[in-house]
Nanobody
Framework: VQLQASGGGLVQAGGSLRLSCAGS????????IAWFRQAPGKEREGISY????????YYVDSVKGRFTISRDNAKTMVYLQMNSLKPEDTGLYYC????????????????????WGQGTLVTVSS
C-alpha cells in the first residue's frame, strides 16, 4: 500500500502549482484524503481535506481562497491546486489517507490518518 505525492517544485511568489496524490495497493475512492505540510523547523500541519465522495472539503485558514482540493475517484487521484503562493507556503507536502467517522469530525488531525505519501517539496521564492 502506497501513496505517492508529486508536483512540487520551485516557484516565485504569486505563482501556482498543482500537487497530485496517487494511491497504489489501496482503494483511494473509499478514503478521505488530507494534505499536510511541514515547513523547515516546524511541525507537520494539516492544510486541506476532502471526504471520500468529494462532497466535503476543509481548509486551514492560511490557505483558504488560494488552495483547492479535488479528487478523481475514477483515476484514484487527489489534487491540490495551489494559487497565489507565498514564501510561507514553502515546505514538504504530504498526502494521507484515512477512514471513518473520526476523520470526518477532525479532518486535519494527523494521528487519524493511516497511510502517508513520501512528500513532495514546494519552494516559494520571494
Amino acid at each position: 500500500v502506497q501513496l505517492q505525492a508529486s508536483g512540487g517544485g520551485l516557484v516565485q511568489a504569486g505563482g501556482s502549482l498543482r500537487l497530485s496524490c496517487a494511491g497504489s495497493g489501496l482503494s483511494l475512492d473509499s478514503a478521505a484524503i488530507a494534505w499536510f505540510r511541514q515547513a523547515p523547523g516546524k511541525e507537520r500541519e494539516g492544510i486541506s481535506y476532502i471526504s471520500a465522495g468529494g462532497g466535503s472539503t476543509y481548509y486551514v485558514d492560511s490557505v483558504k481562497g488560494r488552495f483547492t482540493i479535488s479528487r478523481d475517484n475514477a483515476k484514484t487521484m487527489v489534487y491540490l491546486q495551489m494559487n497565489s503562493l507565498k514564501p510561507e507556503d514553502t515546505g514538504l507536502y504530504y498526502c494521507a489517507a484515512g477512514w471513518g467517522a473520526r476523520v470526518a469530525s477532525s479532518p486535519l488531525n494527523r494521528d487519524l490518518y493511516w497511510y502517508w505519501g513520501q512528500g513532495t517539496l514546494v519552494t516559494v521564492s520571494s
